[in-house]
């Protein structure tokens, strides 16, 4: 078909951007493994273009961060507008007003009728860190829950948080103690009864010990599992009952990525505590707590902070994030891209046995690869060269799973369906591709 967004001239990588990838071999540490084997040049709305004007359809959003695009015009110029203000302060030394004005939008967004508190940082895994240490101070309690199938960061607490070891964990050891690991369901491979996951809390914990439990209302990293709808609400009262709090993990799911703006919001609950993070800032560093206050006081002032968190300028790209997520409809223009996501990948499975499963909620979609549908067995080497075919068609797509199987899409919610279908196309020829 002829394409309208992509277009690929050069062999990949093209020259320009195989000398900057020479460069790179020599003086880029080798764990920073990038999945695009070309160098980024420019970028607007879903397109990336790299230095020998190739230009890609981006599908990965920089790991889900570009829920509103690249570049959107409204957030360059909140980011222009700020920088010409005011780079940087910390709040801690001297405050300022971007920080109180998005504090009380995203506290005025959260879910329930507890009154809200927030704090910035800089990334989803110092959000995590931080929501732990409110949530042991809160309750004068240490341990924390954690799920199968949950990525939570890279830090010494949250990489011990996260279930899959490799790369996340490979020789980073000894891991941080006081963490305990439940059973996620996972309707395609591993649906369970609610009832397992207390079951599996007092086995390995003393629940008047836990301090909280944090859980991705929608499994990102760890494959886009979408829980069934009584999980979450059985979290909360399992919570009450035995006195820790609840953390939603939002920072992959959150920002409207799954057609409601916090994605717990689909289950009728109140977490003590969110984090959110990647998509929040249009592309720059920021994450940020939201809980309810009388919990987001708990810490003495001062035992909070963070150098950069919260730094002006990312504060003002927020405030546009959220303008242009209200202005243009985002959360209702999620769910249309999941529909269009959920009918096309059907359509797919129906002529690619490979795949084996269809999911997602909102506009947070994956397709999960297998070599056979009755076994179910992983197929990450598949999945890798569909990846490979992608890519050399003009289209990023990021892979996901406890078994790297799962293929995933982060694509902006502004991008038009023509684009959306374009890039579905191509990973229909990707497959081709593989079957042959």
Known sequence: MARKYIRVTTEIPGPKSKAALFRKERYVAKPLAPLAPFCAARADGPVVEDLDGNRFLDFSGGWGVMN??????????????????????????????????????????????????????????????NAVKISRVATGRKAVLVFDYAFHGRTLLTMTMTHRAIPYKAGFGPYAPDVYRLP??????????????????????????????????VIGEGGFIVPPPEFLPFLRELCDRHGFLLVADEVQCGVGRTGRFFACEHAGIEPDLICVAKSIAGGLPLSAVVGKAEVMDAPIPGSLGSTYGGNPVACAAALAVLDVIQEEGLLAR?????????????ALERTYPVIGDVRGLGAMVGIELVRDRKSREPAPEETKRVQAEALKRGVIFPTAGLYGNVVRFLVPLTIPDDALLEGIAVLGEAFAAEAK
């Open 68 to 129: 509103v695009g690249h570049n959107h015009p409204k957030v360059v110029a909140a980011v222009r507008e700020q920088a010409a203000l005011t780079l940087h302060t910390d709040f801690t030394s001297v405050p300022y007003e971007p920080y109180v004005d998005l504090a009380k939008r995203l506290a005025e967004l959260a879910p329930g009728p507890t009154p809200k508190k927030c704090a910035f940082f800089n990334s989803g895994a110092e959000a995590i860190e």
């Open 184 to 217: 996620y369901p996972y309707p395609y491979r591993s649906p369970i009864a609610m009832t397992a996951i207390e079951r599996r809390m007092l086995s390995l914990v003393d629940p008047r010990e836990v301090a909280c439990m944090v859980v991705e209302p």
């Open 334 to 346: 999620a769910d249309h891209i999941g529909e269009i996501l959920m009918r096309e990948l059907r």
